[in-house]
């Protein structure tokens, strides 16, 4: 189990450009979440996988932004035409669904995006 | 729509002491799964300690314990004999079980910066 990691780990971008960030979760948890969290707030959910597919999407996820997960494994959260707005720290978390107990999230370390 | 309040932004113990951290929390789903996540500084979330809400006993985990009050909606984590490496930011956080179909996201609150003094 090496744990759910994330690439880059810190992105710093120009306005207007777009940026790309890949998680990849723990080998054989099915679900994976996106969460996106500001300085000094809880994260916030953004989307999530259960497999290839995508279930559910947040308000907060503009147009702008758009998530796959092609294979059910890695997942990429690509933003378009950034905006200062945009700079956060943004989570990836997977889980095991369907064990019968809780769907326990195993985060990973973030990508943290500033947009000058 | 679920809403987890932390109140307290920011608490500070001495090693070795017992600290409380308070959560509220509004739903009206009966049965549900509560978490307190720890976000140590510049390093990645990690799970402390969960509870569901159709057990009446409180969870533990060494040090770590909740007072569940399911009426009162109310889930503070008790830490004991602080260590230096309990600073961090903690997390409450509520999920609905998968069971309803609903999409397990986890609502958090704001968090509480803990700090541990030597």
């Known amino acids: 189990d090496t744990g759910v990691s994330q690439n880059p780990r810190h992105k710093i971008t120009k306005r207007g450009q777009n940026v790309t960030f890949r998680c990849d979760p723990i080998s054989e948890h099915n679900r994976l979440y996106w969460y996106r969290q500001t300085l000094g707030q809880g994260p916030e959910f953004l989307t999530y996988?259960?497999?290839?597919?995508?279930?559910?999407k947040s308000r907060l996820l503009s147009d702008r932004f758009s998530a796959e997960r092609p294979k059910g494994s890695f997942s990429t959260l690509e933003i378009q035409r950034t905006e200062q707005g945009d700079s956060a720290m943004y989570l990836c978390?997977?889980?095991?669904?369907?064990?019968?107990?809780?769907?326990?999230?195993?985060f990973g370390p973030g990508t943290r995006l500033t947009v000058l | 729509a679920q809403t987890v309040t932390q109140s307290q932004p920011e608490m500070s113990v001495q090693e070795a002491e017992t600290v409380t951290l308070s959560c509220t929390y509004d739903?009206?789903?009966?049965?549900?799964?509560l978490f307190w996540y720890k976000q140590p500084p510049s390093r990645q979330m990690i799970l402390v300690i969960r509870q569901e809400a159709y057990k009446q006993q409180n969870a533990t985990e060494n040090r770590f314990s909740v007072n569940f009050q399911k009426a009162a909606k109310s889930f503070s984590l008790k830490i004991s004999d602080s260590q230096l490496g309990d600073t961090a930011m903690y997390f409450c956080a509520f999920m609905k079980p998968q069971n309803t179909g609903a999409n397990s996201k986890l609502t958090f609150g704001k968090g509480i910066t803990l700090s541990v003094r030597p």
């Open positions: 978390a997977s889980s095991l669904a369907g064990g019968g107990g809780p769907d326990t999230q195993y």
């Open positions: 739903t009206s789903e009966n049965n549900y799964y």
């Open positions: 996988f259960q497999n290839e597919a995508q279930l559910e």
